[in-house]
């Protein structure tokens, strides 16, 4: 069981922070490729433009890709077995199959026409590679844009280069019919930087050789006008051109470029204070973003940097442009670019100090999941998870620096189960058994710590609906938590053998199971244990047949969980356990509190973003619209939730015979009620609703507001299909397309076509005629 926790998904296309300057030409030739092959990749140095530029053609190319335009970041990810899951993360996929992640990412672009760019491919360069081989054959429609500092070598890849923007050589743009995109770049950010800065006749000699001193190179342009606060463009000038001739030995040689952004990068290092040199070079441990209070507690010192000296030493290096600010919904956020990300490694090794930041950064990781660990079922889950999934490159590179030689296997096996619910939450539970599994491999001595991630692991492997040795798993985790005495490990254990067990059909045994780690963990007071055993151990004793006592222990649970309304995941899955117990259960009283559940349970879904959980809750309302004889709504609903199994990866959807049986009995009298054709059509609707209005569609037809299937009748309506009989239904309401879409959740050009449809059928001319039809009166138009 899994959820989502954030509604903005690491996949979205980032919105430009300042303007976008320029690249009329780059832009046009990557259009034009893009028309004509499948993979372009964009190359250049560092700092020249080539994510900015990436970006800003998938931007405009959006409209030809109906089925979305993704971005995965890869500059933070280090570990390329990962980069398949970054992706299948960026297109918002759980891992809740256990198929390898590429042929879950291979699956769900098959018949889509989505464009990925690939950001940052370098370091990734062979994985990288790799993927582009797996995903174009197996997705036809299929564009890929890659940026990288080298050509990835792929069978049909084509490279752009980007070169830096172009400065005249004289001290002037005669004949130019535009000023050139280095001086636009330096105007605009040299008037933001300076209140009234403007490039004019007495200063565009000075900011053309400046442009023209740093090769046109954007990162190194943005880094100069940075100083314009404290230096005018005369002294720029001057100090510039002594650190290029320190460079080259006071000849008058060109530089390289990359050594020409090096200098730039080491010039604005120069400039910086003592503080700002120092939390320049810590920051480089960071990936991906971070927070204030993160930089304050990893990169803070009693000596040269104290915690209360690193705000104003981070706000220099923002206006400096050597870290970028980043506003989220959760608040502002800090990240550095790569290439001066690489500049503070190399300041750091210098010091000697990188050991020890990165310890720092650990612990300071390894404290942030150990608070979630103790807090994540209470009404702090939400806030805590959003600030974990903006830290999972954090995350990750706390967990490979635990994986590294140092010998903090031990941390990183912490760190891994600590994570527990995050993993749970986020849906991310084959990343969560990678690192489980290599922490298990290289902290092997007895710890509670090890017992807990033997049965998480095997846990995941269930819900994953993986057979594997998760039996011997269990046996090792039993085995330890005797030896060492751990007794809240073994009631978990006992716990999860049970839930091994019936998740593979054999029932015997279990119930008794679960009673005796219920008693276990009511002695030892484990509060979370009691919440979760709940629903996990009540879905069996419903599966069972004994479904008072399961409805009873979600009630338990729910009952544990009144003190913390704000939380979402363990209050959803219970009542999603008691909603299938009261439907079970077969009385009117019980299927209308089974309803009840599900409605609140879906909007805690919703909540969470939760794909897996929402599916679950549309497949139960859709079982209710069978019995309300509400058949298009059964069919949208089972198509809504169809998509989303999907996108889980989800081959058997439910795994219990008894909700497939549910399952097949709703969709067979909405076949027989709709037809074959229009079972099809409704279902395909649902299918394509997004996860928020599949949420809505099922909230409000749950109420029962959208109306039955019309019984068939005699006369001229004889002839339309079981929807158009509908739609003509409600144009006799008066009501418009655009009501009648909404009312049953399709699109307002689907119900156009109906109305047509049913017009030339019925050889009427205007809608007063389907009304009168109908023996109603009065229409809209």
């Not at 993979?39 to 979305?68: C, E, M, Q, S």
């Not at 700002?276 to 000596?303: H, I, K, Q």
């Not at 609707?685 to 299937?709: F, H, I, M, N, Y």
Request: net charge negative.
């Amino acid at each position: 069981m899994n959820a989502r926790a954030s509604r903005r998904t690491s996949g979205e296309l980032p919105a430009d922070a300042t303007p976008f300057i320029g690249r009329r030409r780059e832009l046009a030739r990557l259009a034009d490729v893009l028309g004509r092959a499948r993979l372009v990749t964009l190359t250049g140095p560092g700092g020249v433009g080539k994510t900015r530029t990436a970006v800003r053609a998938a931007h405009r190319a959006g409209r030809d890709f109906p089925d979305g335009v993704y971005m995965v970041h890869l500059s933070a990810l280090t570990d390329p077995a990962l980069l398949a899951n970054t992706v299948a993360s960026a297109l918002d996929l759980p891992e809740q199959a256990a198929r390898p992640a590429i042929e879950v990412v291979a699956d769900h672009l098959e018949n889509k026409a989505a464009l990925l760019v690939l950001d940052t491919c370098e370091h990734l360069v062979d994985a990288c590679a790799m993927l582009c081989d797996a995903l174009l054959p197996a997705a036809p429609r299929l564009r890929i844009i890659a940026t990288s500092r080298q050509p990835l070598d792929v069978v049909g890849e084509h490279v752009l280069p980007v070169p830096p923007m172009e400065v005249p050589d004289g001290p002037h743009e005669s004949g130019a019919s535009a000023p050139c995109d280095a001086l636009l770049l330096f105007a605009d950010r040299a008037g933001a930087a300076v209140a009234g800065f403007t490039v004019n006749d007495d200063n565009r000699a000075e900011v053309l050789a400046l442009c023209r001193r740093l090769d046109g190179i954007p990162l190194a342009i943005e880094l100069a006008v940075s100083r314009l606060r404290v230096l005018s463009l005369e002294e720029m000038l001057g100090r510039l051109d002594d650190r290029f001739r320190i460079l080259t030995g006071g000849r008058r040689t060109s530089v390289p470029r990359h050594q020409t952004l090096r200098t730039a990068i080491a010039w604005s290092h120069d400039l910086s204070t003592d503080q700002e040199r120092v939390l320049w070079a810590r920051l480089s441990v960071f990936a991906g973003e971070l927070s204030l209070a993160a930089a304050e507690e990893v990169c803070s010192d009693d000596r040269i940097l104290p915690p209360e000296a690193v705000l104003d030493a981070l706000i220099g290096l923002v206006e400096k442009s050597v870290v970028l600010r980043v506003e989220t919904p959760d608040g502002t956020r800090y990240r550095m670019l790569d290439t001066i990300r690489e500049f503070g490694r190399g300041q750091l090794l210098g010091t000697g100090e990188e050991e020890r930041t990165r310890a720092r950064h650990l612990a300071y990781f390894l404290g942030t999941a150990r608070d979630f660990d103790a807090r994540w079922t209470t009404d702090a889950q939400l806030p805590l998870l959003r600030a974990l999934v903006h830290d999972q490159a954090n995350l990750r590179a706390a967990l490979e620096y635990c994986a590294s030689p140092q010998g903090l296997a031990c941390d990183g096996l912490e760190l891994a189960t600590a994570l527990s619910g995050y993993w749970h939450c986020t849906g991310l539970l084959t990343e969560g058994r990678y690192w489980l599994r290599r922490a298990l491999d290289g902290c092997p001595g007895d710890s509670p710590t090890r017992v807990k991630a033997l049965w998480l692991k095997s846990w995941y492997m269930d819900l994953q609906g993986e057979r594997g040795n998760n039996e011997v798993l269990l046996i090792e985790a039993e085995e330890t938590a005797a030896r060492i005495g751990d007794q809240r490990g073994r009631a978990w254990t006992l716990a999860f053998q049970a839930h091994r067990r019936y998740f593979a059909g054999r029932f015997e045994g279990c119930a008794d199971d679960f009673d005796e780690a219920r008693s276990r963990m009511s002695g030892l007071g484990d509060e979370q244990g009691l919440l979760m055993l709940g629903f996990y151990a009540g879905f069996m004793l419903i599966l069972s047949g004994d479904l008072d006592k399961g409805i009873a222990w979600c009630d338990d649970s729910l009952a544990r969980n009144a003190g913390h309304p704000r939380e979402k995941w363990a209050r959803s899955w219970a009542l999603w356990v008691k909603s299938v117990g009261l439907w079970l259960r077969g009385d009117k009283e019980g299927r209308d509190a089974s309803v009840d559940c599900a409605r609140e349970g879906i909007r805690c879904k919703a909540a969470l973003h939760d794909v897996m959980g929402l599916a679950h809750f549309l497949e139960g309302l859709a079982w209710h619209a069978a019995g309300l004889r509400h058949f298009e709504r059964v069919a949208v609903l089972q198509g809504a939730a169809d998509a989303l199994w999907r996108r889980a990866a989800k081959e058997a959807r439910f795994a219990i015979p008894v909700l497939h049986e549910l399952h097949d009995a709703a969709a067979r009298e909405a076949r027989e009620a709709l037809g074959a054709d229009g079972y099809h059509e409704s279902f395909t609707e649902g299918g394509k609703l997004s996860p928020e209005a599949a949420v809505d569609a099922a909230l409000r037809q749950s109420t029962a507001e959208a109306p039955a299937v019309p019984a068939q009748r005699p006369g001229p309506a004889e002839g339309l299909t079981p929807r158009e009989r509908q739609v003509a239904a409600l144009v006799s309401e008066g009501l418009t397309n655009k009501e009648i879409a909404a009312k049953l959740v399709v699109s307002k050009r689907t119900v156009d076509s109906h109305v047509e449809h049913i017009l030339t059928k019925l050889g009427f001319g205007s809608r007063s005629q389907i009304a009168a039809m109908h023996g109603a009166g009065g229409h809209r138009p």
